[in-house]
Nanobody, 121 residues
Framework: QVQLVESGGGLVQPGGSLRLSCAAS????????MGWYRQAPGKERELVAA???????NYADSVKGRFTISRDNAKKTVSLQMNSLKPEDTAVYYC???????????????WGQGTQVTVSS
């Protein structure tokens, strides 16, 4: 059973920093892109940042220059360093991985359970 487990959310003051981490486990043949999405109350889920297996990155305009995504292919982890946090960054953050489970011929998107990030004074 493939799982994505997130950690690192919490409450932080505006201007502060948080680091989110996500680890993939289970019988996995390969992992393609990994990324972070977020969903604020009353809004649709949106892409925050993504990274390919080769290390190419993509960011939402709203987080460019403040957030940094990274991954460790050997450990099957992806992290999101969030600096200069703003109240509008408040949301549930979800880890995503496009991966091919062992013994499967197709890739599928997997999601973590979500972790709450609240930016407030």
């Amino acid at each position: 059973q493939v799982q994505l487990v997130e950690s690192g959310g919490g409450l932080v003051q505006p201007g502060g920093s948080l680091r989110l981490s996500c680890a993939a486990s289970g019988f996995i043949f390969k992992i393609n892109a990994m990324g972070w999405y977020r969903q604020a109350p009353g809004k649709e889920r949106e892409l925050v940042a993504a990274i390919t297996s080769g290390g190419s990155t993509n960011y939402a305009d709203s987080v460019k220059g403040r957030f940094t995504i990274s991954r460790d292919n050997a450990k099957k982890t992806v992290s999101l360093q969030m600096n200069s946090l703003k109240p509008e960054d408040t949301a549930v953050y979800y880890c995503n991985a496009n991966l091919q489970p062992l013994y499967y011929s197709r890739t599928t998107d997997y999601w973590g359970q979500g972790t709450q990030v609240t930016v407030s004074s």
